[in-house]
């Protein structure tokens, strides 16, 4: 690979999801919107049930760990819930 073909290759175009997603993590930051960060850890949790699996510092598999992955699911549902009443309601 020559040099024009690696510098392209480094400057590809991020993702468009991703890139939206960030912008929308800066301005909820930004506004102190508490209601957003609870939709986005509901959706988080929302989605590790539909895919069996979680993150959590090391990915943790429903299958081999089912204790630990359903405490970390609970928690992002729970926290997702608590910051999305307190930013409607307060």
């Not at 690979?1 to 930004?30: D, Q």
């Not at 943790?60 to 910051?83: C, M, Q």
């Amino acid at each position: 690979m020559n040099l024009p073909e690696k510098i392209w290759t480094a400057v590809t175009v991020p993702p468009r999801p991703a890139v939206i997603c960030l912008v929308v993590v800066y301005v909820a930051f930004f506004f102190d919107w508490y209601w957003l960060w609870g939709l986005f850890l509901l959706l988080y949790g929302l989605s590790d049930l539909a895919r069996k699996t979680t993150w959590l510092v090391i990915p943790i598999a429903r299958r081999d760990y089912p204790v630990v992955y359903f405490a970390i699911v609970l928690t992002w549902i729970l926290l997702g819930s608590y910051w999305l009443y307190v930013g409607v309601y307060f």
